[in-house]
C-alpha cells in the first residue's frame, strides 16, 4: 500500500468499508500485531508481478477487509495457479486462468472459483478487483471446496458514476462504491494570453499576473489527481464550473472581453431567473466558449469533461438577432452550446457529459419568472427541451439525467426523459444529499425508491446505460456520508442495485447493517432505517407536494406557497383536487401527517430492541439523531396541516363566511410548536457522530433547519383574522385565542424573493 493510501485509512470511521477501518484502527493504535484474527480462512493473498497499480491496491483493501497484514500480499510470476489456503487475484488475460473462470465475465465485472482449499478471483480489468476488494462477503465464503464452481459478479450497468472525496483515495472510492468513472474538482486558471490576446490585453495587470501565475500549480494538482485515477483504472471527469452563465465563470475575463466584444453581451428577457451573460448569436461569443472550454480541457488532463447548464443558465439572449434566428429558445441555445463543446474536446480526445436537468416547475420568485423547462405542466417537456440535442448531436456524448421527475426527492415520479435519447448512451442520476429529507442530519433511507426506479432505469438505458450517484450532504460542513452509521445506506444500497436492480432488498439491509452494528442491534438498526423512508416522504410533503430544497422552515406563508410551486412532486392536472381548499383536504394532510408520526415511533421502537446491543458512541449519536427527526417533525407537520387549515379560511372568506371550528386546532398547533420548537436540534457540543470529522461544537455549520415559529404565527394570526372578518371578536372562544407577540424574525425570511431557490 502507498503510502496515501496508509494515510487515507487512518480515519476513524465505521461504515460498509468497517472491516477497512478496523485494520486501520490496529495500524494507527500501534501496529498491525494488535490487529485481531484474520476474519476468513485465507492467509494470503496473490498478485502477479508487475501487475497494474489498481491490482495492487485491490490486494491491499482486500486484506485490510479481511484482516490480514499488508505481508500477507505475496507476488506470483508466470501463470495464475490455485494456492491453498490463498486468494489468487488474477485477469482475463492472465496465463493460467482457466476459461470456466474467464468465461462468464461480462463487462468489468469479475468472478470468483474456489479449488484445492484456494480462491481464484478473476477481473475483466485491474480495477474489476477493486470491485471485488470492495465486498468480499459476497464471494469469499463462496465454498473452499471446488464443488461450489464459479461465481461471476457482473454490473448491471456498464457506466457506474461517481464523485471524487477528499477523505478517500480513487482506489478506495472504487472499492466503495463499485464506480468505474469519477467527476472530480480538476480546475483550471485560464487568462486566454494564447487564444485571444485582444481580451487578455484588457485584464488587469493583477488578474494577469494572477491567472498565468496559477497555471502550473492548476496542472500539478490535476496531473497528480488524474494520475491518482488512472492508476485505480479508472476515467475521470473534470467539471466545468457550474451551469453555462460565463459572467459567473470568469467575472474578469468578461468583463475584459466585453470591453472588445461589447456586441456580445446577452439582452435577457424582462422579468427572466435565466440569465444572458452571452449572445448566441454572436460569433465572439462562441470564440471566447471555444477557447475557454478547450483551455479548461487541456489544463485539467481529465478523459472528459462534465457539463451543467441549470441552475446558472447565462444563454438565455432575446435580442433582435436571437429573436429572429430561434437561439431565444432553450432547446436551440443546448444544442449551440453542446454541438461547440463537442467540436472543441472531440480533436483532444476528450469525451463530453452533460447532465440534463432542470429545476422545478415554473414560478415567480420574487420579481423574477423561473422558467424551469424541462418538467412539463407550463413549460415544455424534459424530451423536447433536450431533443435537438438528443437528435443531431453525436451519440457518444453521454447524456445523464436525473430519475426524478421534478428536481430531487422525496418519492417523486419517475424521468420522462430517460430513454428517448438514443443513440446516447444515458446515465440515471442519484442525488443523494439528503436535500429534501433532512441534509442528511435525520435517519432517511430512500432505498425503495432507488429499488424500483434502479430496475426501471436499466430497463429503459440498457446494460449499455450508466447509473450515478452524487453523495454527499447538502450544505453540510465536515460531513462524509461514507462514514454515515444511519444514512450511509443509501450509496451502500446505490453501489448493490448498480449492479443488480433485482438485488433482494432483505440481504442488501442484512449485509448493510451487519457490517457497521453488533449482530443482535444489526436487524434492529435495518428495520429503523427502512421505517424512515415513509416517515422522512411525508414529513416533509404533504401528499407529495414538496417543501424547501434544503429542508429548512419557511418563513412565512408567501415562501412557503412558493415552495409548493417550485418543488411540487404532484403537479399533474389530476392531482390539484388535493390542493382544493376544503376540509376533506385538510383531513388528508392530518390523517397523512399523524400517520409520519407514528412511523417515527416505529422507528424508535427499533431503536429500542437495538440499544442494548450498540455502542455507547452509537447510541448516542443515534438517539440524538432520531431526536432530532422527532422534535423537527411535529413542528413542520404541524405547520403543514395548519397551512391546509388557513387555505381553507382563506377561500372561505373569498366567498365572505368561515370556519370558527379551525380556532380550536390552530390554537393547539400553535402551542404544539410552541412548546417544541426549543427542543430542535439539541445536542451536548462534546459529542462526536461518526459522520463528522469534529465533536458536534466544532462544525463550521451548526446542526439547524431554522424555526417555525414565525411561519406558525403568521398562519395563526392570518387564519384568525379571516375568522373575525365574518364572525367579529365576540363569537371566537377565548379560551383558543393567542397572541401574536412580535416575533423576532430572520431578516432573510422577512423576504422570500432572497431566499434562493435552492
Ligand atoms: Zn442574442
Given at each position: 500500500?502507498?503510502?496515501?493510501?496508509?494515510?487515507?485509512?487512518?480515519?476513524?470511521?465505521?461504515?460498509?468499508?468497517?472491516?477497512?477501518?478496523?485494520?486501520?484502527?490496529?495500524?494507527?493504535?500501534?501496529?498491525?500485531?494488535?490487529?485481531?484474527?484474520?476474519?476468513?480462512?485465507?492467509?494470503?493473498?496473490?498478485?502477479?508481478?508487475?501487475?497494474?497499480?489498481?491490482?495492487r491496491s485491490a490486494a491491499e483493501i482486500l486484506a485490510?477487509?479481511?484482516?490480514?497484514?499488508?505481508?500477507?500480499?505475496?507476488?506470483?510470476?508466470?501463470?495464475?495457479?490455485?494456492?491453498?489456503?490463498?486468494?489468487?487475484?488474477?485477469?482475463?488475460?492472465?496465463?493460467?486462468?482457466?476459461?470456466?473462470?474467464?468465461g462468464p465475465i461480462l463487462r468489468d465485472g469479475y468472478?470468483?472459483?474456489?479449488?484445492?482449499?484456494?480462491?481464484?478471483?478473476?477481473?475483466?480489468?485491474?480495477?474489476?478487483?477493486?470491485?471485488?476488494?470492495?465486498?468480499?462477503?459476497?464471494?469469499?465464503?463462496?465454498?473452499?471446496?471446488?464443488?461450489?464452481?464459479?461465481?461471476?459478479?457482473?454490473?448491471?450497468?456498464?457506466?457506474?458514476?461517481?464523485?471524487?472525496?477528499?477523505?478517500?483515495?480513487?482506489?478506495?472510492?472504487?472499492?466503495?462504491?463499485?464506480?468505474?468513472?469519477?467527476?472530480?474538482?480538476?480546475?483550471?486558471?485560464?487568462?486566454?494570453?494564447?487564444?485571444?490576446?485582444?481580451?487578455?490585453?484588457?485584464?488587469?495587470?493583477?488578474?494577469?499576473?494572477?491567472?498565468?501565475?496559477?497555471?502550473?500549480?492548476?496542472?500539478?494538482?490535476?496531473?497528480?489527481?488524474?494520475?491518482?485515477?488512472?492508476?485505480?483504472?479508472?476515467?475521470?471527469?473534470?467539471?466545468?464550473?457550474?451551469?453555462?452563465?460565463?459572467?459567473?465563470?470568469?467575472?474578469?475575463?468578461?468583463?475584459?472581453?466585453?470591453?472588445?466584444?461589447?456586441?456580445?453581451?446577452?439582452?435577457?428577457?424582462?422579468?427572466?431567473?435565466?440569465?444572458?451573460?452571452?449572445?448566441?448569436?454572436?460569433?465572439?461569443?462562441?470564440?471566447?466558449?471555444?477557447?475557454?472550454?478547450?483551455?479548461?480541457?487541456?489544463?485539467?488532463?481529465?478523459?472528459?469533461?462534465?457539463?451543467?447548464?441549470?441552475?446558472?443558465?447565462?444563454?438565455?439572449?432575446?435580442?433582435?438577432?436571437?429573436?429572429?434566428?430561434?437561439?431565444?429558445?432553450?432547446?436551440?441555445?443546448?444544442?449551440?452550446?453542446?454541438?461547440?463543446?463537442?467540436?472543441?474536446?472531440?480533436?483532444?480526445?476528450?469525451?463530453?457529459?452533460?447532465?440534463?436537468?432542470?429545476?422545478?416547475?415554473?414560478?415567480?420568485?420574487?420579481?423574477?419568472?423561473v422558467h424551469a423547462p424541462g418538467y412539463g405542466q407550463?413549460?415544455?417537456?424534459?424530451?423536447?427541451?433536450?431533443?435537438?440535442?438528443?437528435?443531431?448531436?453525436?451519440?457518444?456524448?453521454?447524456?445523464?439525467?436525473?430519475?426524478?421527475?421534478?428536481?430531487?426527492?422525496?418519492?417523486?415520479?419517475?424521468?420522462?426523459?430517460?430513454?428517448?435519447?438514443?443513440?446516447?448512451?444515458?446515465?440515471?442520476?442519484?442525488?443523494?444529499?439528503?436535500?429534501?429529507?433532512?441534509?442528511?442530519?435525520?435517519?432517511?433511507?430512500?432505498?425503495?425508491?432507488?429499488?424500483?426506479?434502479?430496475?426501471?432505469?436499466?430497463?429503459?438505458?440498457?446494460?449499455?446505460?450508466?447509473?450515478?450517484?452524487?453523495?454527499?450532504?447538502?450544505?453540510?460542513?465536515?460531513?462524509?456520508?461514507?462514514?454515515?452509521?444511519?444514512?450511509?445506506?443509501?450509496?451502500?444500497?446505490?453501489?448493490?442495485?448498480?449492479?443488480?436492480?433485482?438485488?433482494?432488498?432483505?440481504?442488501?439491509?442484512?449485509?448493510?447493517?451487519?457490517?457497521?452494528?453488533?449482530?443482535?442491534?444489526?436487524?434492529?438498526?435495518?428495520?429503523?432505517?427502512?421505517?424512515?423512508?415513509?416517515?422522512?416522504?411525508?414529513?416533509?410533503?404533504?401528499?407529495?407536494?414538496?417543501?424547501?430544497?434544503?429542508?429548512?422552515?419557511?418563513?412565512?406563508?408567501?415562501?412557503?406557497?412558493?415552495?409548493?410551486?417550485?418543488?411540487?412532486?404532484?403537479?399533474?392536472?389530476?392531482?390539484?383536487?388535493?390542493?382544493?381548499?376544503?376540509?376533506?383536504?385538510?383531513?388528508?394532510?392530518?390523517?397523512?401527517?399523524?400517520?409520519?408520526?407514528?412511523?417515527?415511533?416505529?422507528?424508535?421502537?427499533?431503536?429500542?430492541?437495538?440499544?442494548?446491543?450498540?455502542?455507547?458512541?452509537?447510541?448516542?449519536?443515534?438517539?440524538?439523531?432520531?431526536?432530532?427527526?422527532?422534535?423537527?417533525?411535529?413542528?413542520?407537520?404541524?405547520?403543514?396541516?395548519?397551512?391546509?387549515?388557513?387555505?381553507?379560511?382563506?377561500?372561505?372568506?373569498?366567498?365572505?363566511?368561515?370556519?370558527?371550528?379551525?380556532?380550536?386546532?390552530?390554537?393547539?398547533?400553535?402551542?404544539?410548536?410552541?412548546?417544541?420548537?426549543?427542543?430542535?436540534?439539541?445536542?451536548?457540543?462534546?459529542?462526536?457522530?461518526?459522520?463528522?470529522?469534529?465533536?458536534?461544537?466544532?462544525?463550521?455549520?451548526?446542526?439547524?433547519?431554522?424555526?417555525?415559529?414565525?411561519?406558525?404565527?403568521?398562519?395563526?394570526?392570518?387564519?384568525?383574522?379571516?375568522?373575525?372578518?365574518?364572525?367579529?371578536?365576540?363569537?371566537?372562544?377565548?379560551?383558543?385565542?393567542?397572541?401574536?407577540?412580535?416575533?423576532?424574525?430572520?431578516?432573510?425570511?422577512?423576504?422570500?424573493?432572497?431566499?434562493?431557490?435552492?
Amino acid at each position: 500500500m502507498s503510502d496515501e493510501l496508509r494515510t487515507s485509512f487512518a480515519v476513524d470511521r465505521r461504515t460498509f468499508l468497517k472491516a477497512a477501518s478496523l485494520a486501520t484502527v490496529a495500524a494507527t493504535a500501534g501496529g498491525l500485531e494488535a490487529l485481531a484474527e484474520p476474519s476468513s480462512r485465507y492467509t494470503r493473498i496473490h498478485v502477479p508481478a508487475g501487475a497494474h497499480p489498481a491490482m495492487r491496491s485491490a490486494a491491499e483493501i482486500l486484506a485490510g477487509k479481511i484482516g490480514l497484514k499488508y505481508d500477507a500480499i505475496a507476488e506470483y510470476r508466470g501463470s495464475a495457479a490455485h494456492h491453498r489456503g490463498g486468494i489468487v487475484l488474477a485477469l482475463k488475460e492472465t496465463r493460467g486462468v482457466p476459461a470456466s473462470l474467464s468465461g462468464p465475465i461480462l463487462r468489468d465485472g469479475y468472478a470468483a472459483m474456489a479449488e484445492d482449499g484456494g480462491l481464484m478471483v478473476c477481473g475483466a480489468r485491474p480495477r474489476s478487483l477493486l470491485f471485488a476488494a470492495g465486498e468480499p462477503h459476497h464471494w469469499i465464503d463462496r465454498g473452499i471446496d471446488s464443488k461450489a464452481g464459479v461465481w461471476a459478479r457482473n454490473p448491471d450497468f456498464t457506466l457506474r458514476l461517481s464523485g471524487w472525496h477528499p477523505r478517500y483515495k480513487a482506489a478506495e472510492l472504487a472499492a466503495m462504491l463499485g464506480a468505474n468513472t469519477f467527476t472530480a474538482p480538476l480546475r483550471a486558471s485560464i487568462s486566454l494570453r494564447e487564444q485571444m490576446p485582444e481580451v487578455y490585453a484588457k485584464l488587469s495587470a493583477d488578474e494577469r499576473q494572477r491567472l498565468d501565475a496559477g497555471v502550473e500549480e492548476a496542472m500539478t494538482r490535476n496531473a497528480a489527481m488524474v494520475k491518482e485515477f488512472h492508476d485505480a483504472d479508472l476515467t475521470v471527469f473534470s467539471e466545468l464550473p457550474y451551469g453555462n452563465n460565463f459572467s459567473r465563470w470568469s467575472p474578469a475575463l468578461y468583463e475584459a472581453f466585453l470591453a472588445v466584444y461589447p456586441s456580445a453581451k446577452g439582452v435577457p428577457e424582462e422579468h427572466s431567473w435565466e440569465k444572458a451573460a452571452l449572445c448566441p448569436s454572436d460569433p465572439a461569443t462562441w470564440k471566447l466558449l471555444d477557447a475557454y472550454i478547450g483551455e479548461w480541457a487541456r489544463q485539467s488532463q481529465a478523459d472528459g469533461i462534465a457539463a451543467t447548464f441549470w441552475d446558472q443558465y447565462g444563454m438565455f439572449c432575446h435580442d433582435p438577432r436571437c429573436k429572429a434566428n430561434g437561439l431565444d429558445q432553450f432547446k436551440n441555445e443546448l444544442y449551440e452550446s453542446i454541438s461547440h463543446y463537442y467540436a472543441v474536446m472531440k480533436p483532444m480526445g476528450k469525451q463530453l457529459h452533460l447532465r440534463t436537468w432542470s429545476s422545478g416547475c415554473p414560478h415567480w420568485l420574487g420579481d423574477q419568472y423561473v422558467h424551469a423547462p424541462g418538467y412539463g405542466q407550463f413549460s415544455e417537456s424534459h424530451y423536447e427541451l433536450w431533443s435537438r440535442v438528443a437528435t443531431e448531436t453525436p451519440g457518444e456524448i453521454l447524456m445523464q439525467t436525473k430519475v426524478y421527475h421534478s428536481d430531487c426527492e422525496p418519492d417523486p415520479p419517475f424521468s420522462t426523459m430517460l430513454g428517448k435519447c438514443k443513440p446516447h448512451i444515458e446515465i440515471v442520476e442519484y442525488q443523494d444529499v439528503g436535500q429534501t429529507i433532512g441534509r442528511q442530519y435525520f435517519p432517511a433511507s430512500v432505498v425503495n425508491y432507488m429499488a424500483w426506479t434502479m430496475k426501471k432505469a436499466l430497463g429503459l438505458v440498457g446494460h449499455e446505460g450508466g447509473a450515478e450517484i452524487g453523495a454527499g450532504g447538502t450544505m453540510q460542513t465536515n460531513y462524509d456520508v461514507y462514514a454515515d452509521i444511519l444514512n450511509g445506506c443509501k450509496a451502500y444500497a446505490w453501489r448493490e442495485l448498480s449492479w443488480d436492480v433485482n438485488a433482494d432488498l432483505d440481504k442488501l439491509w442484512a449485509d448493510w447493517a451487519g457490517q457497521i452494528y453488533a449482530p443482535q442491534a444489526a436487524p434492529h438498526m435495518a428495520k429503523a432505517m427502512q421505517l424512515s423512508e415513509d416517515a422522512v416522504y411525508k414529513t416533509f410533503s404533504p401528499l407529495g407536494f414538496g417543501s424547501a430544497t434544503n429542508s429548512d422552515f419557511a418563513g412565512d406563508i408567501a415562501r412557503r406557497e412558493t415552495l409548493l410551486r417550485y418543488t411540487n412532486r404532484n403537479y399533474l392536472p389530476e392531482y390539484t383536487k388535493f390542493l382544493e381548499p376544503t376540509t376533506e383536504n385538510i383531513d388528508l394532510v392530518v390523517a397523512e401527517k399523524q400517520k409520519a408520526l407514528a412511523d417515527i415511533d416505529a422507528m424508535f421502537e427499533a431503536l429500542e430492541a437495538a440499544k442494548p446491543y450498540l455502542t455507547a458512541a452509537e447510541r448516542q449519536e443515534i438517539e440524538t439523531r432520531f431526536d432530532w427527526l422527532r422534535e423537527f417533525a411535529i413542528c413542520n407537520v404541524t405547520l403543514d396541516m395548519s397551512l391546509w387549515r388557513f387555505r381553507y379560511l382563506r377561500a372561505q372568506a373569498a366567498m365572505l363566511t368561515t370556519d370558527p371550528a379551525q380556532l380550536k386546532p390552530l390554537a393547539e398547533a400553535w402551542d404544539t410548536v410552541a412548546k417544541h420548537a426549543p427542543l430542535l436540534f439539541r445536542y451536548d457540543p462534546a459529542q462526536k457522530f461518526t459522520c463528522y470529522d469534529v465533536p458536534l461544537g466544532q462544525l463550521r455549520r451548526k446542526p439547524d433547519l431554522g424555526t417555525p415559529l414565525p411561519l406558525m404565527h403568521e398562519i395563526y394570526a392570518r387564519s384568525l383574522a379571516f375568522m373575525e372578518e365574518s364572525v367579529g371578536p365576540d363569537y371566537l372562544p377565548q379560551e383558543y385565542i393567542r397572541t401574536t407577540v412580535s416575533i423576532n424574525v430572520p431578516t432573510e425570511m422577512q423576504h422570500p424573493s432572497r431566499l434562493k431557490n435552492d
